[in-house]
């Protein structure tokens, strides 16, 4: 059975499963549907379009499913889904999708710190953290495991690779590479996310072949389609080695370097 209190208002149409917490002064939109086992603590807002998995954590002031911040939208019939075991902090804000692509996902075991803001149409892996304050635009991509810190800016259409380290304060327009650290101002590549690869059990001749693969790709010289191809001529294919090559192909932004 599930716990709310008497001063939060639920809509007749909003589904609740089971085991839930929902505090004082939550407001659920009609249309809205909750799993199981969810806390909202007091003053968590879900709006139409909101569907949430099961076992996550909302914080006060939480706003999940507003309407885009987007002028080209008109009303569109979109959703904004929230996977497992989340912790989305104080004042997250997550809005639903566009036309675009019909909806906003985060995915599973993310942390969402306070402040940070994710705009329509964005899709966000899973194991992510994503610093205080930090503002994803309309239409971006993070893969798993990547790691954003406070106050970053990602520019919309961008693409972030996973295990990918961003420093705070950095703001980019283009996409950054899987296992890359990232910072300055300009954006910059700052070398291998060595520290995280080994925490997250990388082996020490994966993080080489990966090392090696970015100096070939970073620092020779040619034309990017041929240092490719020396890539999987020179560097042991694996498909961590072969997720960079296609995260390079299908980088329609270019990458930092």
């Known amino acids: 059975m599930s716990k709310i209190s008497p001063l939060a208002y639920i809509h007749p149409d909003a589904v609740i499963g089971e085991n839930c917490e929902i505090g004082a002064f939550c407001y659920i939109d009609k249309g809205v549907v909750i799993g199981d086992n969810n806390t909202l603590m007091n003053s968590v807002t879900m709006l139409y379009g909101t569907r949430v998995g099961n076992g996550n954590i909302f914080f006060p002031g939480a706003v999940i499913g507003a309407i885009p911040q987007d002028l080209k939208f008109r ?16 004042n997250v804000t997550i809005n639903r999708g566009t036309a675009a692509k019909g909806k906003t996902v985060v995915g599973s075991n993310n942390l969402l710190m306070e402040g940070m803001h994710v705009a329509h149409d964005a899709l966000i892996g899973n194991g992510c953290i ?12 993070i893969d798993d495991n990547a790691i954003l810190s406070a106050g970053v800016l990602m520019h919309q259409f961008c693409r972030v690779g996973s295990y990918t380290m961003v420093g705070g304060g950095t703001r980019f327009s283009q996409n950054i ?13 700052c070398g291998l996310n060595t520290v995280g690869l080994r925490r997250r059990g990388f082996d020490r001749q994966l993080i080489d072949n990966i090392h090696m693969t970015y100096q070939i790709l970073l620092q020779s010289t ?15 294919m694996s498909p961590e080695i072969q997720y960079i090559l296609d995260f390079i192909k299908e980088s329609t932004r270019g990458f930092i370097r």
């Open 75 to 90: 009303g569109e019939d979109t959703t904004a889904e929230i996977g497992d075991n989340n912790k989305i902090r104080e």
């Open 130 to 141: 994503i610093g205080n304050s930090t503002k994803l635009a309309g239409e971006i991509v």
């Open 222 to 236: 040619g034309k990017l389609n041929d240092l490719m191809e020396r890539v999987k001529n020179e560097i042991p």
């Open 177 to 189: 590479l899987p296992y890359s650290l990232v910072a300055r101002d300009p954006a910059a590549f």
